[in-house]
């Protein structure tokens, strides 16, 4: 009797054990199998609008969280000093115009006339000395005249045909007007003014920063009044359009999401799943991601950083918004 009932105590024993061990094996294998994510922050495209000149902000039509569109008018700027430029530029291009027209059309219709009337003078100057001189010229071969007497008159006369020919020059010079040399000098300012005056205009149109794209106005930098540096970012602006996900896994967890696989994202903001398309690895470009992962070899695994596309267009997605994607692994 007390043989059987410790063969029925052993039997009971074992099969207690055996169960136990089918339970641990099971509860292990559903264990095993637990549901892990990996966690990223959405990007977008970031853009700054800038002005091309400097000046004092007079008006700001759009605060940060607006939609802009590419074009808009974001800041007026104040335009006193390139309005004063523009009012120097303007005459010295009058000033250029001036001197090139008088290049081009000659003197003035008075001082032409006043060199004819000088030529004309000397010319009729010119013809006395030179009867006078053809008159004396027989007196003297008659020997009537002494040679100093006559010396006189030629001198006179050759004085009068020097005068004429001078003032024919001055009069010619009157009529043909300045040099061609200095006609194309006068061009030359006359452009050069030009020029100028079409660089303050740019400026004048420069009085307006713009927005360089559709998009979300993240930050603006400036208040009314405020001066505005040239290049300086007033605005900045995401590109709703261009998103993406940055997940920063370690180079174990990489056979987990491959190029152009699309797995889910769960937008924690917006408590939905989005359908991501991975895009490309890129490596950090540090080492401070790096881990042990093999203590007797001292192997180390790497950060990737892998770009994730949304597969549509989300319309209230925003950056830096988590997203997380399940990550199945077996113990």
Known sequence: MKKNIGKII??????????????????ETVDGDKDEFRTGTVEMREYGAASKIPGRIDSIY????????????LVKLTTDEIDAK???AQGMVDAARGQMDMAYD?????KIDMALNGYLAAKSTFELAEKTYQRMEKVY???????????????????AREGMQAAKSQYDMAKAGARSEQKRMALGQYEAALSALREV????????????????VLKRYFDKGELVSKGFPAFSIVDTKDAWVELNLPESEMKYFKIGDKPLGF???MDKNIRFKAQNYSVLPDYANWRAKNEQGTFE??????KMIPCEKIKDLRPGMTVSFKLKTSK
Do not use: M, N
């Open 10 to 27: 052993l039997i009971a024993s074992t099969l207690i054990v055996f169960c136990g061990l089918i339970a641990f094996v099971i509860i």
């Open 62 to 73: 759009f605060d940060e969280g607006d939609y802009v569109h590419e074009g808009d008018i």
């Open 86 to 88: 523009k009012d120097q």
């Open 106 to 110: 000659g003197e003035r219709p008075e």
């Open 141 to 159: 071969k008659d020997s009537l005249i002494s040679a100093q007497d006559f010396d006189g008159i030629t001198q006179k006369y050759q004085s």
């Open 201 to 216: 205009e740019t400026y004048c149109g420069e009085s307006t920063i713009k927005a360089p794209v559709s998009g979300i």
């Open 267 to 269: 937008v924690h903001s």
């Open 301 to 306: 695994i790497r950060s990737f950083t892998l």
